[in-house]
């Protein structure tokens, strides 16, 4: 499986890798799956599940679909408090393997099992 991974913590990209046959491509699909989180507080695939199931209708900002993704692979990261003080995306992959990749490392990290979207 060949993906891009890119963390941000405080405004700042503190890991970036490219995998395999990504690349430019891949940068600007982070950067519109990031555009999007940040827009909403949200992750980008709950969001995509919110308006698919019509909880939520579709936003304004998303007429700009050179900035905006609605593909999961974006999850913002919050403290205890619950203020969002980073983010973790993927791209590469159909748009629930990328939440996957994304979701599933932070399990891992906290250590905690969860189940699989896919």
Same mark, same amino acid.
């Given at each position: 499986?060949?993906?891009?991974?890119?963390?941000?913590?405080?405004?700042?990209?503190?890991?970036?890798? =490219?995998?395999?046959?990504?690349? =430019?491509?891949?940068?600007?699909?982070?950067?519109?799956? =990031?555009?999007?989180?940040?827009?909403?507080?949200?992750?980008?695939? *709950?969001?995509?599940?919110?308006? *698919? @199931? $019509?909880?939520?209708?579709?936003? @304004?900002?998303?007429?700009?679909?050179?900035?905006?993704?609605?593909? $999961?692979?974006?999850?913002?990261? *919050?403290?205890?408090?619950?203020?969002?003080?980073?983010?973790?995306?993927?791209?590469?992959?159909?748009?629930?393997?990328?939440?996957?990749?994304?979701?599933?490392?932070?399990? *891992?990290?906290?250590?905690?099992?969860?189940? @699989?979207?896919?």
């Amino acid at each position: 499986m060949d993906f891009s991974v890119r963390i941000i913590t405080n405004g700042v990209t503190a890991f970036s890798h =490219l995998m395999g046959k990504t690349g =430019l491509e891949n940068e600007w699909w982070m950067d519109k799956k =990031l555009n999007t989180a940040r827009e909403t507080g949200i992750s980008t695939m *709950r969001l995509f599940c919110e308006i *698919r @199931s $019509g909880i939520r209708g579709v936003p @304004s900002f998303l007429n700009d679909l050179s900035s905006y993704a609605v593909d $999961g692979g974006c999850v913002p990261l *919050r403290d205890r408090t619950g203020h969002i003080f980073g983010y973790a995306i993927a791209s590469g992959n159909e748009h629930q393997y990328d939440h996957e990749v994304v979701v599933r490392a932070i399990a *891992r990290f906290l250590g905690a099992e969860i189940p @699989s979207l896919i």
